[in-house]
Every structure is written in C-alpha cells, then in structure tokens.
C-alpha cells in the first residue's frame, strides 16, 4: 500500500513512487531524487529572487549591526506612515523625544516668533556612573526632551525614563516600567497644557541600565 | 491600558506590519528591501509597530 503523500500541488508518492525493497517512504533512492527535485525548483527560482531575501533564513548574523545602516528602518517607515496620517494634529504644542526631525518636518513653523523650540535637557542619557568609584552616587537617567511652543509660553522641566539607584551594592530602589514612565509624561503633558491633546513622537524607550 | 487612562472613545490603536516586516526588522533589513505590497499588508498578530492616537477628553 502506498502513503500517499501531499506536497503542495503534487502528490509525493506519484512523484517518488516506492523503491523494489518495499520501503514505504521511498528509502535512499527516493530521497536522492526528492533532494534533486528541490534543488532543481530552488535553481529554477533563484534568479528571480533576491539573494537577500533567501538568505532571511539562513544564518544567523543580521545583515546589518545598527540602525539607518542599510537605509531607512522598517519601524520608521511605519511611523513616518502613521504620523504623516494625524499630521493635521501635530501643531500647537508638540513634545519629541530627542531631536525635532518630525515636528519640524511635519509642523513646520508658520511664523517666524512661533519656531522657537526648548531643548529641555539634560544629561547625557547613557553615561552611568562607577559604582566602584563612586558608591555613594545615584545614577538619574533622563531623556532629552523637545518642546514646541508659542512664545512667551514657560514649561516645566519634564523628566521622561527617570531611573534611580541605590549606592553601589544595594540592588535598584525603585525601577519603574517604561511604558509606565511614558504614560506618566504624556498624562503630566497633558495636565500641564490643559488643551487638547499633545503629540508625542519618536519615542524609543530604552531599558534601565543600558 | 490607554483607554484606562484616557477613556475609549478617545483612543485609537493602528498595527502596522506582518510577519515578514518583523522578522527582516529582526534581522537588519530595511523598508527598501521590501516591496510596496509587503509593507502595506497588516496583520495585527504579528504587528511590527503600534500608532496610537490619544485624545484627553475635556472632562478629564
């Protein structure tokens, strides 16, 4: 009795039928011409698709180390995507994490007194300080912030991604999640310019210690 | 978690990407190693990034 073998269109088993020693599955003989087979359907396409794309499985070094390396990244292709979709919302006063590519780009200012915008900060976000050195230190990370703003207009000095430590060999006091640090930004933006709602982009969240 | 923030009606939460997107993300390629109709299909069970959009209601 022969298995009957489903591979994609074609039947297996009409494809490789069973060799004289009755082996069911074909034996070596069988496998030999199903490896053949696939090597002749891989040769038949490899020109039509990209090596790259073949070698997506292969391996296991990433193709590229770091970020923008090989052009731009597909989760900023997306975001770009989804802000250019509410850039009708990012106006007034806009909040960006780091630096202010995409409220410049997608708000840009319409008068000259209204393209006044605050760096808000700070430190530097990755330095973190020996401990060995200097035990009795608390290490504070904070993120640098944009905000946009009319003039004449004061804000606050928000901290985003606030971490603090401990002296050197006491584990960390308090860590907070970061998207519970994110959530506390935007609800303390929006408590403080009361109107409306605030646009924050580009975030990238970091984890504590890095 | 948003909405319990912000109450429902003034949230709205987009997925973008599939599993193809994600895992050349994974693996260093970028958006031109793919094609238009690739980046464009969206699955929301292997979303490679979440937009939300947040509005405080004037209640709040």
Known sequence: MKRHVSFGQHSYSRAFPADESGDECGGEKTREQFGRRIRAIYHRFEKQVPVLRLRLGVGTAPFADSWFERGLPVHRYYLEEFLTLHAADIRGHCLEFQEDTYTSRLDPPRHPAQGQRQRIATRDVHRRPDKAKRPAQRHVRLHRLHLRSAPGLRFPVLHFGAASTAPAGRRAARRRAPHHDLLSTIRRVLAFHGRGAAACVGARIRPAGR | ?60
Request: aromatic share 8%.
């Open chain 2, 1 to 60: 978690m948003l909405a319990r923030e912000f109450g429902p009606q003034g949230v709205e939460v987009v997925s973008y990407g599939n599993s193809l997107t994600a895992a050349g993300e994974l693996r260093g390629l970028a958006a031109c190693d793919f094609t238009k109709a690739e980046l464009a299909f969206q699955d929301e069970r292997y979303g490679l990034l979440l937009g939300a959009r947040v509005v405080k209601s004037v209640s709040k």
